[in-house]
């Protein structure tokens, strides 16, 4: 070796420089072909060209550091002389691939190239050393394409064309059914495409094709997909891709050759049977690119029972060393099997939860490992909604195809990414119907409800992709046709705009908009999400103990459905909704324009029943867990009727004139509502208000108490700034629980008083305002608007910007900014626990079913994070996950 820095790596002839452990240097790929080697297992053998090339050649302008070529050419000499064979050898060349791999896996996002090597003279030698005519020009002739398109931008279209028009004139359906002859003549019109595309003829000299080819695998790095799909799966702080240059093996061989694509087990259900495909007489990316439907993996077995057996074990060997379960990728060439790539498999939520607790039962994995390899987005995955039972009884499907990615999406039909993009913009839902996809169409796939196309099997590039983002997917429905701007399913023609409904679970393909219904708990998830809750449990931060999910929840429908997810509690009830009901509307809108507290008074008694009404299913619903319920927060404006007939009717309800009470609306107006007369400050000047919504709460507490329910309820002061209103107001409230609980100190004991921390100055003030409150719950919607004097509805305006120019790396109202909010968190939180050690803490923004805000609020010490209920199992995990990163 030269006496530099080492930036390649050889592996083959049984022994590897690198290993499994080296992924950063030598991507997932590369050090996946590594470990394989070391093991034994049969890996055609190559080099890799490490990621820190390509972290250089970015920085440099695109020039590659001093001493790599002479590597790799010391590398390819090792290679040639390990296999016996030339790069371009008239006799008997060697031929290689050249592909990406970086240290996170991107399936299809970046470029391969196969075949490389091959030129006339090595066509003619490999025909004769192989005595396979037809092999040899099929090679170099998917080496041209490959080349063409990605190494010098020849449209793939043109070689497609050409060799669709070959096989019309041929009047055959398949490649594998044109002769050695025909392909041949391909070859040449390929060159002579290659040829009027770039003004220069096809290159012979294989040296000139390889560094083409890794110029190419370098480039596409920051091609368009690539920086889309990075984006779109937040992978940050790579270094690059590596550059794997591996010998070729060839599935084209003949009729006892072929290549697949196979999971140690189900990658859409997670169940622990061997699950792939594999086609005949072909090359890789005929299996990924839905070409031909291939063949399932089982019927191997009857074709070569040896390689099947052989094959199987590989896979038990690779799944027990990296303990999960994984995606390989083999070829068999004239009965000979090779590994060409292993990685833990791409699965659905379903999958993953199911392979996480059969894993553990199997003793392959501890429960920490289960919890940590589940992410947030699959947990997601599983709480999509499904066709309603009610409707399958009578949909007839319009045909079935391969239930690629489960769930079901309803949507106009759409044939081009580019549409999908546009009618979504527009705000309309879309189901992408296609032959198949590509990389290019990933934007369009991202935006999708669902994708169904015609052919491709459980492993093609839509399959793939559709599992990894969650997206409903049916594959390989032959009887869809798409022929300009209208699909035919089946018996019944379709145009763009028409509505489908895709089943991903059964591949079913409906006609229509089908309603959906949402999922519930498999046993399955209730026993991963159970050990996450007792990672929970478990946890210990100084005098902190456990860590804990609440919902937001303001009915009891709502708490039903958060108490069915696993919330330990409602972390925030927000009582204004309440007062939306028809029952109550027309009373509190009373009250509103009422001039006296006596008349205030006289309606708010017509609701208060309903308020209790109200608590009482909550209460009931959480069956003694903690409610925090907060007081009325919104201005009074936002009651106020709009349309004459709602000013006519609370007109005549008040026995007013509809003039008088015009003028009584126009003095509710604010300037800046948000920043006005709501919150705490209605509970100031209009204290009635919530003395009625105290007495709702306690009389709803009573009378659970009294029927043996356990209840724990918290009163939450909202938009309060300074220490004296949470005085005034914990007064008044004390005062109407000691009223309303009489002898039941028990009761009037269990009922907690707290504060809305949701203004800057009240973090700041927080160790004044622990004196008269038992608990905060930081409301990270206002509080982040207040911090950034940012409207949470105006800032979609200028944020795109900001996120593009990386003045935020995030959405601030999506993940919680803690250089800034997330300080007075930890201030208030510093404050408070000065006054009161075991002051309780928590969050009840939208944040609070954030995983990244998660892991903050742990690590800021909070005791709970609040979040929608249908947020409550992502949040349980990465409760978990948090507690488990960061002990």
């Given at each position: 070796m030269m006496d530099t820095v080492k930036l390649v790596y050889f592996f083959g002839g049984g022994k590897a420089e690198g290993s499994a452990a080296m992924r950063r240097e030598l991507g997932g790929k590369g050090a996946n072909l590594a470990e394989m080697t070391n093991l034994g297992i049969p890996v055609p053998p190559g080099f890799t060209v490490s990621t820190e090339v390509c972290?250089?050649?970015?920085?440099?302008?695109?020039?590659?550091?001093?001493?790599?070529?002479?590597?790799?050419?010391?590398?390819?000499?090792?290679?040639?002389?390990?296999?016996?064979?030339?790069?371009?050898?008239?006799?008997?060349?060697?031929?290689?691939?050249?592909?990406?791999?970086?240290?996170?896996?991107?399936?299809?996002?970046?470029?391969?190239?196969?075949?490389?090597?091959?030129?006339?003279?090595?066509?003619?030698?490999?025909?004769?050393?192989?005595?396979?005519?037809?092999?040899?020009?099929?090679?170099?002739?998917?080496?041209?394409?490959?080349?063409?398109?990605?190494?010098?931008?020849?449209?793939?279209?043109?070689?497609?064309?050409?060799?669709?028009?070959?096989?019309?004139?041929?009047?055959?359906?398949?490649?594998?059914?044109?002769?050695?002859?025909?392909?041949?003549?391909?070859?040449?019109?390929?060159?002579?495409?290659?040829?009027?595309?770039?003004?220069?003829?096809?290159p012979q000299d294989p040296i000139e094709q390889l560094w083409g080819a890794i110029?190419?695998?370098?480039?596409?790095?920051?091609?368009?997909?690539?920086?889309?799909?990075?984006?779109?799966?937040?992978?940050?702080?790579?270094?690059?891709?590596?550059?794997?240059?591996?010998?070729?093996?060839?599935?084209?061989?003949?009729?006892?050759?072929?290549?697949?694509?196979?999971?140690?087990?189900?990658?859409?259900?997670?169940?622990?049977?061997?699950?792939?495909?594999?086609?005949?007489?072909?090359?890789?990316?005929?299996?990924?690119?839905?070409?031909?439907?291939?063949?399932?993996?089982?019927?191997l077995e009857k074709e070569n029972a040896a390689v099947y057996k052989q094959l199987t074990d590989i896979r038990d060997r690779l799944e027990k060393h990296y303990r999960d379960m994984q995606d390989m990728e083999f070829t068999v060439q004239q009965g000979k099997l090779y590994i060409l790539q292993t990685r833990n498999g791409k699965r659905t939520g379903q999958a993953?939860?199911?392979?996480?607790?059969?894993?553990?039962?199997?003793?392959?994995?501890?429960?920490?490992?289960?919890?940590?390899?589940?992410?947030?987005?699959?947990?997601?995955?599983?709480?999509?909604?499904?066709?309603?039972?009610?409707?399958?009884?009578?949909?007839?499907?319009?045909?079935?195809?391969?239930?690629?990615?489960?769930?079901?999406?309803?949507?106009?039909?759409?044939?081009?990414?580019?549409?999908?993009?546009?009618?979504?913009?527009?705000?309309?839902?879309?189901?992408?119907v296609r032959k198949e996809t590509s990389p290019e169409d990933i934007a369009g796939m991202v935006v999708s409800e669902g994708i169904l196309t015609s052919t491709g099997g459980m492993t093609s590039h839509a399959a793939v992709v559709a599992r990894g983002m969650g997206t409903p997917c049916v594959c390989g429905a032959q009887e869809v046709v798409v022929t300009g701007n209208t699909v035919t399913i089946g018996s019944r023609k379709f145009t763009e705009g028409d509505y489908i409904t895709i089943d991903g679970s059964s591949g079913c393909v409906y006609e229509g908009d089908l309603p959906l219904s949402s999922p519930g708990i498999s046993s399955e998830l209730d026993t991963f999400l159970s050990w996450c809750d007792e990672k929970c449990a478990q946890s210990v931060r100084g005098p902190i103990k456990g860590f804990s999910v609440r919902a937001n929840a303001?009915?009891?429908?709502?708490?039903?459905?958060?108490?069915?997810?696993?919330?330990?509690?409602?972390?925030?009830?927000?009582?204004?909704?309440?007062?939306?009901?028809?029952?109550?509307?027309?009373?509190?809108?009373?009250?509103?324009?009422?001039?006296?507290?006596?008349q205030r008074r006289s309606a708010l008694n017509k609701i208060l029943p309903l308020q209790q009404k109200d608590f009482t299913a909550i209460f009931e619903a959480m069956n003694g867990r903690p409610v925090t319920i907060r007081l009325l927060d919104p201005p009074l404006h936002e009651f106020i009727p709009h349309?004459?007939?709602?000013?006519?009717?609370?007109?005549?309800?008040?026995?007013?004139?509809?003039?008088?009470?015009?003028?009584?609306?126009?003095?509710?107006?604010?300037?800046?509502?948000?920043?006005?007369?709501?919150?705490?400050?209605?509970?100031?000047?209009?204290p009635e208000i919530y003395d009625m919504q105290v007495e709702a709460i306690v009389r709803a507490a009573a009378d659970c108490?009294?029927?043996?329910?356990?209840?724990?309820?918290?009163?939450?002061?909202?938009?309060?700034?300074?220490?004296?209103?949470?005085?005034?107001?914990?007064?008044?409230?004390?005062?109407?629980?000691?009223?309303?609980?009489?002898?039941?100190?028990?009761?009037?004991?269990?009922?907690?008083?707290?504060?809305?921390?949701?203004?800057?100055?009240?973090?700041?003030?927080?160790?004044?305002?622990?004196?008269?409150?038992?608990?905060?719950?930081?409301?990270?919607?206002?509080?982040?608007?207040?911090?950034?004097?940012?409207?949470?509805?105006?800032?979609?305006?200028?944020?795109?910007?900001?996120?593009?120019?990386?003045?935020?790396?995030?959405?601030?109202f999506k993940t919680l900014d803690e250089a800034g909010v997330g300080a007075l968190v930890n201030f208030a939180r510093e404050q408070s626990r000065a006054v009161k050690p075991d002051m309780k803490l928590g969050i009840c923004g939208e944040h609070g079913g954030d995983p990244v805000t998660i892991d903050f609020c742990y690590r800021a010490g909070l005791n709970y994070v609040s979040c929608s209920p249908y947020r409550v199992p992502v949040a349980r995990l990465a409760a978990a996950q948090a507690v488990i990163r960061n002990s």
């Open positions: 972290r250089l050649f970015y920085e440099n302008g695109k020039t590659y550091p001093n001493g790599l070529k002479a590597q790799v050419a010391e590398h390819l000499a090792a290679l040639e002389k390990l296999m016996g064979k030339k790069l371009g050898d008239a006799s008997d060349p060697l031929l290689v691939s050249v592909r990406s791999g970086a240290e996170v896996s991107m399936p299809g996002m970046m470029d391969t190239i196969l075949n490389l090597g091959m030129n006339d003279k090595a066509a003619a030698g490999l025909a004769a050393k192989t005595g396979n005519l037809r092999f040899a020009w099929d090679a170099y002739r998917r080496f041209i394409q490959m080349y063409g398109d990605v190494a010098m931008g020849v449209p793939a279209e043109s070689f497609e064309d050409a060799l669709c028009e070959l096989k019309w004139k041929r009047n055959v359906m398949l490649d594998t059914e044109l002769s050695a002859q025909d392909l041949e003549e391909l070859v040449g019109t390929y060159k002579a495409i290659y040829r009027n595309a770039l003004g220069a003829d096809f110029d190419a695998v370098f480039g596409s790095w920051m091609n368009e997909r690539a920086i889309k799909y990075r984006a779109l799966n937040d992978i940050k702080g790579l270094a690059g891709t590596a550059v794997n240059i591996q010998s070729m093996v060839f599935g084209n061989f003949g009729a006892d050759s072929g290549t697949g694509v196979c999971f140690s087990r189900d990658p859409s259900t997670g169940v622990n049977t061997f699950y792939g495909e594999y086609l005949m007489n072909a090359q890789g990316e005929d299996v990924v690119a839905g070409i031909r439907t291939p063949e399932t993996i089982d019927k993953a939860v199911k392979c996480a607790v059969d894993m553990v039962a199997e003793k392959l994995i501890t429960k920490d490992e289960a919890i940590r390899r589940v992410s947030a987005v699959q947990l997601d995955q599983l709480l999509h909604p499904m066709i309603s039972v009610s409707a399958l009884k009578t949909a007839v499907p319009l045909t079935k195809g391969l239930n690629a990615s489960p769930g079901a999406a309803c949507g106009q039909i759409v044939y081009t990414a580019s549409d999908a993009e546009k009618w979504t913009a527009e705000g309309k839902k879309v189901v992408l303001d009915q009891g429908p709502d708490a039903v459905q958060a108490f069915k997810f696993g919330a330990e509690g409602i972390g925030l009830c927000r009582t204004e909704h309440m007062f939306f009901d028809r029952d109550k509307l027309i009373h509190f809108r009373a009250m509103i324009v009422s001039d006296t507290a006596e349309t004459a007939a709602e000013k006519d009717e609370l007109a005549a309800y008040m026995g007013i004139e509809a003039v008088r009470l015009a003028v009584k609306l126009d003095r509710l107006h604010e300037m800046n509502p948000m920043l006005g007369h709501r919150g705490c400050r209605l509970g100031i000047t209009y108490a009294a029927r043996g329910l356990p209840v724990q309820p918290e009163i939450m002061i909202p938009i309060v700034c300074d220490d004296a209103e949470l005085h005034i107001l914990r007064g008044r409230a004390e005062a109407i629980v000691s009223s309303v609980c009489g002898g039941n100190t028990k009761l009037a004991d269990s009922i907690k008083i707290g504060s809305m921390i949701e203004v800057p100055r009240a973090a700041l003030l927080a160790g004044k305002l622990a004196q008269y409150a038992d608990f905060f719950s930081f409301g990270t919607n206002d509080l982040t608007q207040m911090t950034f004097a940012f409207s949470r509805d105006d800032a979609v305006k200028f944020l795109p910007a900001y996120l593009e120019q990386h003045i935020f790396e995030t959405d601030p």
